[in-house]
């Protein structure tokens, strides 16, 4: 072990440099995020993923925005465990019908100032799943959304820039 | 039954079903049924499938020589004998049976509903779909009795990035006396909306039942239609097709040997194998255009051949592997402090495995040697040298050595494809007979076999489409798992299961 540790700090950084954020975002961004949020939060926010349905795709690509290549804890973004510690929710999927109260739960427990990212094609409109029984469609059906990050799934560096433009706007 | 019957032999007594391929379907009268539920109660042959149409219910079986065969039992009444009385691996599906179409299993040991949470705004959906929620009376956990018990329940919102699940864990001290899953909360209702879908939009679909498995997926609805249209596709797309399959097995084992040693507090593993796993969704973006190759497997064949540079960079992909993954298995097996915490955790008794013919890694973890890649079987595997890794231990470390042993695996098969790889075109128009005609397939995907059973619209849409995740099989025996283990060592078990919530619920 002492060995890969020794290798790890003399080789060079995996790190990809940060994407510029993404421009449709801090448009969407724009109009939405008050001002005095952006200054109770400052550049550190944490994040709670709540699965809404996905097909567990997106929970990959956001897993691997914690891997060494994209590195998302160096923004001031964490991934915390409950949503009462939590400044952002980061929701994936269609939104089952099965799910649609644990989703509202958990945006009642978050407290304000707080944001709504949708992620992923599912969480927009419903994506493959739209018009079934069992899907409400789209996360802003059931709880104000801030930022959509499209994509089946988007990938790390998509949700970067996203991500990103979050703490752009000021 | 007489001793020693084939499960061929039983099924020859029905009356065959035209148009069903590559395997026999047969309608079953009702003393065909009950043999083959007392072949299955008696282990003579496993459950592969249990799923239901209006008025029908189809058993598929496997038996030991790896003959499959699917029985149909018309229930014009709306009733059938239970699989669940005699067999308790059927019994989640047939509670979701009950769910889905409203047909009842006669004698069947649990009646709860399963995937129907009285949410949804139909009741019966894949069946007379009458237009009211189900009035269902809150949920009745599984009673437990004795002294100083407590429950402690989870979810289904997790604490992690992952799916949505209820765990009711029953609890004495620290040790886990009962856990009661349960699941249902990311049923999409999949298979009502297959149903008319042409085969294009279908295969998009159901390459998004469970996306982490999206390869093995799209592999088995391909070739379920290619069997029921009796489609012949070029020899190039079998080999590209696995090799996408062994790229998302490599992928989706790393990610879980990496996570499974994280959540017994070693994060080193879990940065390594990340990076690992970053790799090689690199390399598929590379070749397939798509890191989790979504819709790269298509009915008739592949959508697009290989990219010019996507050789070397598999090669590439191989060589760095092979430098970074032994150093990495070294770490795991001389850390005693990790080993401390999977040794002899989450045993799963070997006699269950068989009897709930659980696959994947916990099935080759706990000796049960099945591999939908060596029985049935399908092309280019046939001419691939490989064994599956097989273990007896059946605890969390056996199954960290059997997705190690796997990766190693893989990477010897992407090379034997490189080496192999036929030229040619890689895909082919689907034939269209004008007939209804139905398939079906199992293959091999990181978790274990997936299998799609489809039926044919004459104008070519699907008519009706089942897909079958590896963890109907795998969810029950974790419930088995943790017993007596102790709460904290949950996620180490759950995660060295890793079964798919969206693939189960559908």
């Known amino acids: 072990m002492r060995k890969l540790l020794f290798q790890n700090l003399l080789r060079l950084p995996l790190t990809v440099a940060a994407p510029p954020p993404s421009a449709t975002a801090l448009a969407e961004l724009a109009a939405k995020v008050d001002q005095s949020a952006r200054r109770r939060l400052g550049r550190s926010l944490a994040i709670r993923e709540v699965d809404a349905g996905s097909c567990n795709g997106c929970e990959l690509e956001i897993h691997a925005l914690n891997n060494p290549f994209y590195d998302l804890e160096r923004f001031g973004f964490h991934f915390v465990a409950s949503p009462r510690h939590a400044d952002v929710l980061l929701v994936t999927g269609p939104v089952t019908a099965n799910m649609r109260e644990g989703l509202e739960r958990t945006y009642r427990a978050t407290p304000d100032p707080k944001w709504v990212v949708a992620v992923g094609d599912c969480g927009r409109d419903g994506g493959v799943f739209a018009g079934s ?26 949700l970067l820039e996203g991500l990103l433009a979050l703490l752009q706007v000021a | 039954m007489s001793v020693g019957a084939k499960l061929s032999e039983v099924l020859a007594a029905g009356q065959p079903v035209a148009d069903h391929h590559p395997w026999p379907r047969t309608l ?171 085969i294009e939009q279908a295969a998009r679909l159901v390459g998004r039942v469970s996306g982490d498995s999206t390869v093995a997926y799209a592999l088995a609805f391909a070739r379920a239609v290619e069997a029921a249209t009796v489609t012949v596709i070029p020899e190039r797309a079998h080999w590209l097709r696995a ?5 998302e097995r490599l992928a989706n084992h790393c990610g879980d ?25 690199r390399v598929s973006a590379t070749c397939f255009g798509h ?28 060589s760095e592997f092979r430098r970074r993954f032994p150093p990495l298995v070294d770490l795991y097996d001389n850390t005693a402090s990790l080993q401390n915490r999977t040794v002899s955790t989450g045993f799963v008794r070997p006699t269950l495995i068989k009897q709930f013919g659980c696959g994947g890694v916990i099935g080759r973890a706990g000796g049960r040697a099945f591999d939908a890649r060596r029985q049935p079987g399908y092309p280019p595997y046939d001419q691939l040298e490989f064994v599956p890794p097989l273990l007896t231990d059946s605890d969390v470390n056996a199954r960290i050595w059997v997705r190690i042993h796997e990766v190693e695996q893989s990477l010897a098969l992407i090379e034997q494809i490189l080496q192999g790889l036929p030229t040619g075109a890689v895909n082919v128009e689907i034939q269209r007979s004008g007939e209804i005609c139905e398939g079906m397939a199992l293959v091999e995907g990181f978790r274990g076999d997936v299998m799609v059973w489809l039926r044919l619209n004459a104008d070519g849409t699907v008519a009706r489409c089942h897909p079958r995740d590896p963890s109907w099989f795998q969810w029950p025996l974790l419930e088995a798992a943790i017993e007596n283990n102790i709460v904290a060592d949950f996620p180490l078990c759950n995660k060295s299961f890793n079964c798919s919530y969206s693939g189960h619920d559908l």
């Open chain 1, 133 to 158: 029984y069992a899907c409400v469609g789209g996360v802003s059906a059931v709880i104000p959304v801030d930022l959509h990050i499209s994509g089946c799934p988007p990938n790390p560096m998509q």
């Open chain 2, 28 to 198: 079953a009268t009702a003393e065909i049924w009950q043999e083959l539920l007392q072949g299955l109660a008696g282990g003579a042959w496993t459950l592969l499938g249990l799923w239901g149409e209006p008025s029908m219910v189809h058993l598929a079986l496997i038996d030991a020589d790896g003959v499959l065969g699917v029985a149909s039992l018309p229930c014009p009444d709306g009733r059938f004998p239970s699989v669940g009385r005699r067999h308790p691996p059927a019994q989640r599906l047939e509670r979701s049976i009950a769910d889905l179409l409203g047909l009842q299993a006669i004698d069947a040991p649990d009646v709860r509903p399963w995937l129907d949470h009285g949410r949804w705004p139909v009741t019966h959906p894949l069946g007379t779909a009458s237009g009211s929620p189900r009035a269902l009376a809150p949920y009745t956990f599984l009673p437990t009795e004795g002294e100083s018990l407590h429950q402690i329940p989870v979810g289904p919102v997790h604490a992690g990035i992952i799916e949505p699940g209820h765990f009711r864990f029953t609890a004495n001290g620290e040790a886990v006396v009962r856990l009661e899953e349960r699941l249902g909360y990311v049923h999409k209702g999949i298979e009502t909306l297959l149903s008319g879908l042409s």
């Open chain 2, 243 to 247: 090799l996408m399959a062994e790229l």
């Open chain 2, 257 to 281: 040997i990496g996570a499974i040693c994280n959540d017994a507090a070693f994060a080193l593993m879990l940065a390594h194998c990340s990076l690992l796993r970053e790799r090689v969704l």
């Open chain 2, 291 to 318: 890191r989790l190759l979504m819709d790269g497997i298509v009915p008739g064949g592949v959508k697009l051949d290989l990219a010019p540079e996507a050789i070397p960079a598999v090669r590439e992909l191989i």
